[in-house]
């Protein structure tokens, strides 16, 4: 993910010169974002970056704010988080909602898990698991 702050800016750079292609888009009116999704369209590279703007953003991101995260869908999110924790990662954003959670890697970078299909029905102990720390 990166968070962008002209839209039109960034999707002139990353489809018109870079080559990227839009494959979906999502804005959110409550949270006040537009999420942009890119691909290469080449065939078996299911890889996308995540283009985030954030509407009311006017300054510029400051270095280390405007690189978000990194994000891997996972099959079920419930036993990766499970097998992570089991091997002593702290689950930063539990997946409450069967669908997302966040751990750091060693060095800091965040890690966004996204359940691959639709979110799984809320469980206990993620259900009511507090977030920590930042991610």
């Not at 839009?22 to 065939?43: D, H, I, N, P």
């Not at 099959?75 to 539990?94: E, H, K, N, Q, S």
């Not at 102990?125 to 507090?130: E, L, N």
């Amino acid at each position: 993910m990166i968070r962008v702050r002209d839209l039109d800016a960034a999707l002139d750079f990353f489809v018109a010169k870079l080559g990227l292609r839009e494959t979906r888009r999502m804005e959110s009116q409550g949270g006040r974002f537009t999420l942009v999704y890119l691909a290469t369209g080449a065939e078996g590279d299911a890889a996308e970056i995540e283009l985030t703007y954030n509407w009311d953003q006017s300054e510029p991101y400051p270095t280390g704010r405007f690189f978000g995260h990194v994000a891997f869908g996972v099959p079920d999110i419930y036993a990766t988080c499970a097998r992570l924790r089991d091997a002593g990662v702290a689950i930063l954003r539990p997946p409450r909602d069967g669908k997302m959670a966040f751990v750091k890697s060693p060095d800091g970078h965040s890690v966004e898990l996204l359940q691959s299909g639709p979110a799984l029905p809320a469980a206990e102990p993620w259900s009511s698991m507090a977030s920590q720390g930042e991610w």
